[in-house]
T-cell receptor, first 113, second 117 residues
Framework: AQKITQTQPGMFVQEKEAVTLDCTYD???????LFWYKQPSSGEMIFLIY??????QNATEGRYSLNFQKARKSANLVISASQLGDSAMYFC??????????FGAGTRLTVKP | KAGVTQTPRYLIKTRGQQVTLSCSPI?????VSWYQQTPGQGLQFLFE???????NKGNFPGRFSGRQFSNSRSEMNVSTLELGDSALYLC????????????????FGQGTRLTVV
């Protein structure tokens, strides 16, 4: 069975600073994909970044990067140069052989001016 | 290309009633998943349909059911509503299972907010 754990219910970061949101996962599948989504207060789910289990390099998308440590089964999201608009819920998710996507409980990020 | 459409956006129901929610996926997507989102619980997986067949199921009681039609539109039904069923119900569609690999992004609708009173 797949399991995603996000241990930080809430995080605060000062504007323009970097922040790391933690995600650990558990799966027996050798092949899987890891995703991060952002959910602003408006409710829509916005895809941010993807990391494949066989990818050798950490994924990056603009100010988002994924710190992938396969042996530790962790896939932390790093947001650089935080902006006020980054305040939102952030969800880590995984897709494995079963094809469905499972999510963690989420982390609420608040960016302070 | 139209996104994922969920109807209705808001619902208020009374305990004991039943409710049906609808989801129209992105054109060409055959996989539709349903999630229940409550504060502190994240997105709890309900079930996933692919080409009219339930392919995966989460850990929810039998009061929660779903189906998918030949045009990939999906409905989920909750019978004998309980107060604890109050939540945001999200539907997502993707190309998962259509040869696209594990990196297939899920596209979400705006959700249906169900309030049970």
């Amino acid at each position: 069975a797949q399991k995603i754990t996000q241990t930080q219910p809430g995080m605060f970061v000062q504007e323009k600073e970097a922040v790391t949101l933690d995600c650990t996962y558990d799966t027996s599948d050798p092949s899987y994909g890891l995703f991060w989504y952002k959910q602003p207060s408006s409710g829509e789910m916005i895809f941010l970044i993807y990391q494949g289990s066989y990818d050798q390099q950490n994924a990056t998308e603009g100010r988002y990067s994924l710190n992938f440590q396969k042996a530790r089964k962790s896939a932390n999201l790093v947001i650089s140069a935080s902006q006020l608009g980054d305040s939102a819920m952030y969800f880590c998710a995984m897709r494995a052989h079963s094809n469905d996507m499972r999510f963690g409980a989420g982390t609420r990020l608040t960016v302070k001016p | 290309k139209a996104g994922v459409t969920q109807t209705p956006r808001y619902l208020i129901k009374t305990r004991g009633q039943q409710v049906t929610l609808s989801c129209s996926p992105i054109s060409g997507h055959r996989s539709v998943s349903w999630y229940q989102q409550t504060p502190g619980q994240g997105l709890q997986f309900l079930f996933e349909y692919f080409s009219e067949t339930q392919r995966n199921k989460g850990n929810f009681p039998g009061r929660f059911s779903g189906r998918q039609f030949s045009n990939s539109r999906s409905e989920m039904n909750v019978s004998t509503l309980e107060l604890g069923d109050s939540a945001l119900y999200l539907c997502a569609s993707s190309l998962a299972g259509q040869g696209s690999g594990l990196n297939t992004e899920a596209f979400f609708g705006q959700g249906t907010r169900l309030t049970v009173v």
